[in-house]
């Protein structure tokens, strides 16, 4: 079974600091890791992904993640927060592993606020 | 950029009626994908699609529930008796095709259903 751990459930940060959002998983095999983003009201925007390579991975919007396969974390960064960056973090798993479903398992979440 | 689109935002239904919620994927992605978001809680995976038959589904996806790629162009989810633990955000994610990768899926807007 794979899972993922979101330990916080808000995060909050001030505008122009450096933030991070944490995300632990737990797989079978090699892991697809994913962050996506949820605006209100809004489905989920893809940001970014760990397959395989370099464990520092850079996205959408300045957001960056790191893979660390010895603790099986994927924390998702970004060095200079924006006040527009407030909204919900999902972190999401996929086992490489898995047949032909890519069933994607998600975190359960962690909000974002940045103030000014 | 292409994006997955969902018909219709927000679908009120009476227990026991039969609901169909529609999505139209990116057109040249082959592989299919419904997910469910109870209020407050984590997005949840039902079912994946592909070369028209399911690949996988979860527990979730029981009797009541089905697919469908009625075109070349539409996937849709038929609940057909609904009940008030159906009421939900109902997300269609697409991913992947002849030469594209098929690791990351892109999420509609989403399909609020209530069930009174």
């Known amino acids: 079974a794979q899972s993922v751990a979101q330990p916080e459930d808000q995060v909050n940060v001030a505008e122009g600091n450096p933030l991070t959002v944490k995300c632990t998983y737990s797989v079978s095999g090699n892991p697809y890791l994913f962050w996506y983003v949820q605006y209100p009201n809004r489905g989920l925007q893809f940001l970014l992904k760990?397959?395989?390579?370099?464990?520092l991975v850079k996205g959408s919007y300045g957001f960056e993640a790191e893979f660390n396969k010895s603790q099986t974390s994927f924390h998702l960064k970004k060095p200079s927060a924006l006040v527009s960056d407030s909204a919900l973090y999902f972190c999401?798993?996929?086992?490489?592993?898995?047949?032909?479903?890519?069933?994607?398992?998600f975190g359960t979440g962690t909000q974002l606020k940045v103030e000014l | 950029e292409p994006e997955v689109t969902q018909t219709p935002s927000h679908q009120v239904t009476q227990m026991g009626q039969e609901v169909i919620l529609r999505c139209v994927p990116i057109?040249?992605?082959?592989?299919f994908y419904w997910y469910r978001q109870i209020l407050g809680q984590k997005v949840e995976f039902l079912v994946s699609?592909?070369?028209?038959?399911?690949?996988?589904k979860s527990e979730i996806f029981d009797d009541q529930f089905s697919v469908e790629r009625p075109d070349g162009s539409n996937f849709t989810l038929k609940i057909r008796s609904t009940k008030l633990e159906d009421s939900a955000m109902y997300f269609c994610?697409?991913?992947?095709?002849?030469?594209?990768?098929?690791?990351?899926?892109?999420f509609g807007p989403g399909t609020r259903l209530t069930v009174l």
């Open positions: 057109s040249n992605h082959l592989y």
């Open positions: 760990y397959i395989t390579g370099d464990n």
């Open positions: 999401a798993v996929r086992s490489i592993l898995t047949g032909g479903g890519n069933k994607l398992t």
């Open positions: 699609f592909y070369n028209n038959e399911i690949s996988e």
């Open positions: 994610a697409s991913s992947g095709g002849s030469g594209i990768s098929t690791d990351t899926q892109y």
